[in-house]
């Protein structure tokens, strides 16, 4: 097993800049709705075993996942979408999402 492989980032991530984010977001948002819609329309649900029903995970792999987290959440990086992506991105959650990468 390999319990302290990981990918590091070097440096830190920029300070927040808002005015990153000075754009035409109705368009933006209008955008992204009709491109969503479209994706939305070849959608196909697809079933395994098990159908939709949540699995448990074996306590090994749980384990596993579970000791790279503590290994290495101190080497995340803050996700960033924005201003690059072409489309609105919603960020549901109260804090900046961070993210610890998979070697």
Excluded: M
Excluded at 12 to 30: A, G, I, M, Q, V
Excluded at 75 to 100: G, K, L, Y
């Amino acid at each position: 097993a390999v319990e302290y492989a990981g990918v590091y980032p070097l440096g830190d991530s920029p300070d927040f800049d808002p005015n990153l984010y000075e754009r035409d977001w109705d368009s933006l948002w209008n955008q992204t709705r009709e491109i969503e819609i479209l994706r939305a329309e070849r959608i196909h649900v697809a079933f395994t075993k098990s159908g939709s029903q949540a699995a448990s995970v074996p306590l090994n792999v749980w384990a596993s996942v579970a000791a790279y987290y503590h290994n290495n959440r101190n080497h995340s990086f803050r996700e960033e979408w924005q201003p690059a992506s072409d489309r609105a991105t919603v960020n549901f959650w109260e804090a900046p999402v961070r993210i610890i990468a998979l070697p």
